[in-house]
């Protein structure tokens, strides 16, 4: 389950990472950039919690950081989108389904901003002026209403295909038969399954409950 966790996590980042550099980015759109890649983080750290959302955030920040033609330190984005992931896997819906669009919009939009701020902040630490002269006001703007225009087509989607890949069958039936041998065990009829090596063992427990006047439901006389 872990290893479909982390294939398909690094497959949508990689596709939403070269969708991001090769077509949003250049688009040309006043203020930001429509970010896929932090809708794809949401979306997995929606269904896989807080813990697997921040090493989703850092990975897919850390690829932004390396991939060309980023401008800025790395490790900043990294930063931005491991906190990102880790504050969106708190919220997560219950089972990681959603039950109405109202929370998981009101949490990219939260997304939006403050991955803008925390992105801007650490960039003022480092020297980076270039938010001033954009101007703030209008990157959180327009960061908030291309990212909420964005989220229905592909926030849902990611969630689903999450979902889907979290389930291993293999392991449901495994599963499902150790708790009908347990459950067999606790009933007392003495089925024993793995006890030896040459397969299944079964022991009477009771003796035979279908003689003459025990019957369930019938009186004694």
């Known amino acids: 389950m872990r290893f479909n966790r982390m294939l398909l996590s690094t497959?949508?980042?990689?596709?939403a990472l070269v969708i991001q550099v090769s077509i949003l980015a250049r688009l040309q759109l006043p203020g930001a950039v429509p970010d896929l890649l932090l809708l794809t983080v949401l979306g997995l750290a929606f269904v896989y919690g807080h813990l697997a959302g921040a090493f989703i955030g850092f990975g897919a920040g850390l690829l932004a950081d390396l991939a060309p033609p980023a401008d800025h330190?790395?490790?900043?984005?990294?930063?931005?989108?491991?906190?990102?992931?880790?504050?969106a896997g708190l919220v997560?819906?219950?089972?990681?389904?959603?039950?109405s669009a109202a929370a998981p919009m009101a949490a990219v939009?939260?997304?939006?901003?403050g991955s803008t701020l925390l992105y801007?902040?650490?960039?003022?630490?480092v020297g980076?002026?270039?938010?001033?002269?954009v101007g703030l006001g209008s990157l959180l703007l327009s960061a908030a209403i291309y990212d909420l225009l964005l989220a229905p087509f592909t926030v849902p989607l990611i969630m689903a295909l999450a979902r889907r890949a979290d389930n291993d069958p293999l392991a449901e039936s495994q599963s499902g038969a150790?708790?009908?041998?347990?459950g067999w065990l606790s009933s007392g009829t003495g089925l024993r399954i793995g006890g030896q090596r040459g397969g299944l063992r079964v022991k009477t427990a009771r003796?035979?409950?279908?003689?003459a006047g025990r019957i369930k439901g019938v009186k004694r006389l």
Do not use: F, M
């Not at 003796?207 to 003689?211: G, K, L």
């Open 11 to 15: 497959t949508l980042v990689v596709v």
């Open 73 to 87: 330190a790395a490790g900043r984005y990294a930063l931005v989108l491991c906190v990102i992931g880790y504050l």
């Open 92 to 99: 997560r819906p219950e089972n990681g389904q959603l039950k």
């Open 109 to 113: 939009v939260a997304a939006a901003l």
């Open 120 to 125: 801007s902040g650490v960039g003022a630490l």
């Open 128 to 133: 980076d002026t270039a938010a001033r002269h």
């Open 178 to 182: 150790q708790d009908v041998s347990k």
């Open 207 to 211: 003796t035979r409950a279908t003689r």
